[in-house]
């Protein structure tokens, strides 16, 4: 079996994880991260009662996913 394949793709998913841990510290020190906006977004849903929150990041999902989604079309289009 040839698994070389298999090992050039855990390479390159490694570097994506690093990549974006390096990208989250970076954005951790900008100012507008600082604030919150990312899992602030209009059509997050919030709920808090007495001893009770409900958060469920509705719209930050769908934007990561559009974001995610169209990076890959442009990785893979050849």
Known sequence: MDFSGLGKLLVLMGLSIVALGVLFILLSKW????SGWLGRL???????RDNFTFYFPLATSVLISVVGSFLV??????
């Open 73 to 78: 079309y442009l990785f893979m289009k050849r």
């Open 31 to 34: 100012p507008l991260a600082g």
């Open 42 to 48: 209009p059509g997050d849903i919030l709920i808090k």
